[in-house]
């Protein structure tokens, strides 16, 4: 079993910055697929930004220069650092682990006021 454990989050205002990390733990024998999924409300679930455990990253065009997604494999730990955030930034992010399926974290309220 694998859990994740998310901080980070909460209110800002357009063009602050916010950070978000995420922990997991349980029997991890080896670095895996981490990274972010974001959903708005009444809205899907979209991917944010994805690290692989050798570091290679994608990020959804939409936050391209602005979010960096970086991780500590000794820590299992996958970390997303917002700048630049807009109003349209806002949701419930989800931090997410691959292998053999997904895990969730518990998600983390950001919210950017205008």
């Known amino acids: 079993q694998v859990q994740l454990v998310e901080s980070g989050g909460g209110l800002v205002q357009a063009g602050g910055s916010l950070s978000l990390s995420c922990a997991a733990s349980?029997?991890?024998?080896?670095?895996?697929?981490m990274g972010w999924y974001r959903q708005a409300p009444g809205k899907q679930r979209d991917l944010v930004a994805t690290i692989i455990p050798g570091g290679i990253t994608n990020y959804a065009d939409s936050v391209k220069g602005r979010f960096t997604i970086s991780r500590d494999n000794a820590k299992n730990t996958v970390y997303l650092q917002m700048s630049s955030l807009k109003p349209e930034d806002t949701a419930v992010y989800y931090c997410?682990?691959?292998?053999?399926?997904?895990?969730w974290g518990q998600g983390t309220q950001v919210t950017v006021s205008s």
């Open positions: 349980g029997s991890i024998s080896r670095p895996k697929v």
């Open positions: 997410y682990l691959a292998w053999e399926r997904m895990y």
